[in-house]
């Protein structure tokens, strides 16, 4: 299969983020994408392509302008202040606060389009950011073209951001926004499988009340793992999306006895369904060696998963998540890819 990659993620370098009371070096680093390349190429899974540009038209059908607006925009008025540190919000409308956009103030702005202080915004993001997008859309382009699959190896990941909401190292939703392309395109179905070890609160809700995307979700239970406030196996959809919103939280320690019956139960929803396309939200965080990470999947494991995914018989886009395990992000991806093509 192709693999849609370009070196313009490593515009966005978070420094920090604070975790355990500590201010530590950002997981989500440049090293995770550069270590998949080169298991890709050392698998000789097939060629890398440059992304085209489809421009910003493809974004704005799942972001709001505003929310874009506001995030190309931010450096550059950071800057003007003099200010050359990352920049992270601090302050959020939670409860008992107003929902309101202050018009003028940068950190009420961001503390409005974000949920948490994990989506640090540094010179280059909005570039890394637009530029994983074109990704995605590159790998869709290529299935629309006749292909069985293709990897597109997306960073910054996108399935926590919503339509106007950063967070959880994520700023643009790389998998909605290929999805919507698709819908745009002619697929009138398509199932979202999550596989990353976070719930994508933020591939959820674009798609909760519709009934033209299926998403399917394996991860750890928001009762104890981020992003805490959603993913729990309540949330069926809403309104025409009833009952398209599949939600399978497992406990801490989930091996893959445990892993890989939750992914059955999502294949069969997601055959039932019928999708003309597949895209799988692929993180590897599941890994048992994960630092943030609490499942205990063994390399092998991410072999039998893709075989999983192939046997559903349908187009398949593969879109990078997360997965932090820096030295193992690789084998790990491309095990996925390689169970995939059998
Ligand atoms: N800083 C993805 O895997 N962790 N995002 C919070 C305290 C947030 C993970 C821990 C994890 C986000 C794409
Ligand atoms: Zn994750």
Redesign the pocket.
């Known amino acids: 299969m192709q693999t849609f990659y370009t070196d313009d993620h490593r515009l966005h370098h978070g420094r920090c983020?604070?975790?355990d009371g500590q201010l530590k070096p950002c997981f989500?680093m440049p090293q995770r994408a550069y270590h998949i390349l080169d298991r890709v190429k050392e698998r000789k899974l097939g060629e890398v392509l440059e992304p085209a540009d489809f421009g910003r038209a493809p974004i704005e059908r799942i972001h709001t302008k505003a929310y874009l607006d506001f995030f190309e925009g931010a450096w550059a008025r950071w800057e003007k202040q003099g200010k050359d540190g990352d920049l992270m919000p601090f302050t959020w409308p939670a409860r008992t606060l107003r929902e309101i956009l202050p018009q003028d103030n940068l950190h009420a702005q961001l503390g409005y389009y974000s949920f948490?202080g994990?989506a640090p915004i540094t010179a280059g993001t909005w570039h890394a950011c637009y530029c994983s997008a074109q990704v995605a859309l590159s790998g869709w382009d290529e299935v629309r073209n006749g292909a069985r699959t293709a990897f597109a190896l997306c960073r910054p990941?996108g399935?926590?951001a919503a339509a106007d909401l950063m967070g959880?190292?994520?700023f643009l939703n790389n998998a909605a926004i290929a999805c919507q392309a698709a819908l745009d395109q002619g697929a009138e179905r398509i199932a979202v499988l999550d596989v990353?070890?976070?719930h994508g609160n933020g591939t959820q809700s674009i798609f909760y009340d519709r009934a033209d995307v299926l998403f399917c979700s394996i991860h750890g239970d928001p009762n104890f793992e981020?992003p805490y406030f959603l993913g729990y196996a309540d949330e069926t959809g809403a309104g025409a999306g009833e009952g398209f919103n599949l939600n399978l939280p497992l406990a801490s320690g989930s091996p893959w006895a445990v892993y890989g019956a939750a992914l059955e139960t999502a294949c069969k929803r997601i055959s039932a369904y019928s999708p003309d396309l597949v895209v799988v939200s692929l993180?590897v965080?599941t890994f048992e060696q994960d630092p943030?990470s609490q499942f205990k999947l063994k390399s092998e494991d991410y072999l039998r998963m893709g075989e999983h995914i192939a046997a559903l018989g349908c187009p398949t886009l593969f879109v990078m998540?997360?997965?932090y395990a820096v030295a193992e992000i690789g084998i790990n991806a491309v095990n996925v890819l390689e169970g995939f093509e059998g």
């Open positions: 983020e604070l975790i989500e948490d994990g990941p399935h926590h959880g190292y994520c990353d070890y976070h981020f993180g965080d943030i998540e997360g997965g």
